[in-house]
């Protein structure tokens, strides 16, 4: 099968994550990289090896071999990176968020479209192996009709810096807290519940902890709730917080996050599955019972999500992201920023 030639805009961690995942997988190359620090991007070559390397992305999208593209820059320039890699033919891959806000993610999603090209938003926790597992476990049936969820990424202690303090500048980042690591919360939620429509939203954010940090901006929330209802019936619950004082029950996480807990619920007629440690609650004939569950995989997150993305260019298998799901969950991003600015709730067209 021929390779299929990738170029990664923004060599950082996540670039870094995804050239391994190319040099893991047999059917793809790391055809090219480009990222503005050159320092930055003379490391990444020695380490990975691409076939050629630029300090300007729109060189390496001019180039006619590369066919897919994965961007892995600061929030702001997702959209602006993505539309001209699909205006050059090139298949996308994007780290969360999609975008700004839905209405940059529906241009990407027409635009995607019109040209035929996979548009694949980056969500890796889709494809770790405990996640993995509950999708197949919901999907036989365990826990019968799922009716709601919970979504919690909270941390005591944990107001990121980035290079250049962008995560705390609204204009760079879209949001703090919600968009950074709430994202990622209710789209595990969301998956599992089967990417039901949203519907309505009401929710309320705060910025209480710009005192714990020592940045140029700080005008994006450091904590988010909200209530999400969907057209079948279900709705899900999230909570996030990038520093909250929080109580003894929250486990200790990295020493830079204070304590943290990262989990979704999904509650059922037949069962409730907690995704950590992945156990079900489940009823037995009339009994609850207490079911702890293995992962049935041990793959590499990054690289499964890869190989979807190189089967869904192929054609091979239907996209896992895709842009429908992206622009949706772009709409519940905004639908929770504007209730708590209406202080109401607010329908999702």
């Known amino acids: 099968m021929k390779q299929l030639n ?18 893991a997988l047999p059917n793809t190359r790391l055809h090219s ?7 930055r991007l003379n490391t990444f070559v020695k380490e990975h090896q691409p076939g050629v390397a630029f300090i300007d992305y729109h060189d390496l999208l001019h180039d006619p071999e590369l066919e897919a593209a994965i961007v ?11 539309l001209t890699a699909l205006e050059e033919g090139k298949h996308v891959l994007c780290e969360k968020p999609p975008t700004m806000n839905a ?38 049936g365990r826990l019968g009709r799922i009716y709601r ?23 760079c980042s879209g949001g703090g807290a919600l968009i950074d690591i709430g994202v990622h919360a ?9 990417t039901p429509r949203p519907t309505s939203i009401t929710a309320k954010v705060f910025r209480n902890f710009a005192h714990f940090v020592s940045v140029p901006i700080f005008d994006v929330e450091d904590e988010a709730h909200a ?10 619950e999230l909570e996030t917080s990038w520093a909250a004082n929080l109580t003894d029950d929250t486990p200790v996480g990295p020493e830079w996050v204070g304590r943290e807990s990262n989990n979704a619920v999904l509650f059922g007629t037949k069962g409730t599955l907690r995704v950590k440690p992945l156990t079900l609650f ?59 600015e209406l202080g109401r709730e607010v329908p999702i067209p």
């Open 6 to 23: 990738i170029g990664i805009i923004g060599v950082g961690w996540p670039g870094q994550q995804h050239a391994k995942a190319i040099a």
């Open 33 to 39: 990289c480009a990222d503005n620090d050159p320092d």
């Open 72 to 82: 892995c820059l600061p929030n702001f320039l997702h959209f602006p990176a993505s």
């Open 103 to 140: 209405a940059e993610m529906k241009v990407l999603r027409d635009e995607a479209a019109k040209r035929s090209l996979i548009y694949f938003f980056g969500r890796q926790f889709r494809f770790t192996p405990a996640i993995r597992t509950a999708h197949e476990i919901i999907t036989e």
């Open 149 to 171: 969820a919970r979504a919690t990424w909270v941390r005591s202690r944990g107001i990121p810096g980035g290079i250049g303090s962008w995560f705390t500048d609204k204009k």
């Open 186 to 194: 209710l789209d595990t939620a969301w998956y599992l519940m089967g």
């Open 227 to 236: 209530f999400i209802r969907f057209a079948n019936d279900t709705f899900v």
């Open 282 to 340: 489940e009823d037995q004939n009339g009994k609850l019972v207490t079911v702890p569950l293995e992962p049935r995989y041990s793959d590499n997150s990054f690289e499964m999500q890869l190989q979807n993305f190189a089967h869904a260019v192929r054609g091979e298998r239907p996209a896992i992201n895709d842009a429908e799901q992206a622009f949706e969950l772009m709409e519940m991003i905004d639908g929770i920023y504007a209730s708590n």
